[in-house]
């Protein structure tokens, strides 16, 4: 077998492979935070936390939080990131703008915009309560109030969250 001079030159080129290699991860990481598919979380970004035979949310995933993971992208798209989240309970927490019936077992509360005024928001997910065990309680909170509470995500559709067994804190 002949044997290949490599002298000079020739020993520079794997750090020359490697710089460019390194330049090129560099600036696929900068473009790709701007494509709607790099938003788009492999995981729930945060752990959740048990209590009891409940399995919460963390703290940090908050209304804001689960509206800003699927910004930009089709309801479809959305549904299938927020299915990670299906069957867990949720913190929420907001102005009253309104609460409804929904039916002879359900009430809803609809949280304002940031200004009373505006009418509520659409985009938010609006808990629902069981009618029997809240209504009194409900009845009680006045257009402005502000409420916190816990809610089991039922179901995802359109980007929204579908809050059930919703309770009041």
Aim: hydrophobic share 40%; glycine share 8%; proline share 5%.
């Amino acid at each position: 077998m002949p044997m290949l001079d490599l002298s000079g030159g020739w020993n520079y080129v794997p750090l020359a492979l490697l710089v460019i290699g390194g330049a090129s991860w560099v600036a696929k990481q900068f473009i790709s935070q701007d494509s709607p598919k790099a938003r788009r979380p492999l995981s729930p970004p945060s752990f959740p936390v048990e209590a009891g035979d409940r399995v919460f949310l963390a703290e940090d995933m908050t209304k804001a939080r689960m509206e800003s993971l699927t910004k930009g992208m089709t309801s479809s798209q959305a549904e299938r990131v927020l299915s990670a989240y299906v069957g867990k309970w949720m913190r929420f927490e907001g102005l009253v703008h309104d609460i409804k019936a929904a039916d002879d077992q359900s009430m809803m509360i609809f949280f304002a915009k940031d200004n009373l005024e505006r009418g509520y928001d659409y985009s938010a997910f609006s808990p629902i309560f069981d009618r029997k065990t809240w209504e009194d309680r409900l009845s009680t909170i006045h257009k402005g109030d502000r409420v916190r509470g816990i809610g089991r995500i039922e179901q995802s559709f359109g980007g929204a969250l579908g809050l059930r067994q919703c309770e009041l804190i």
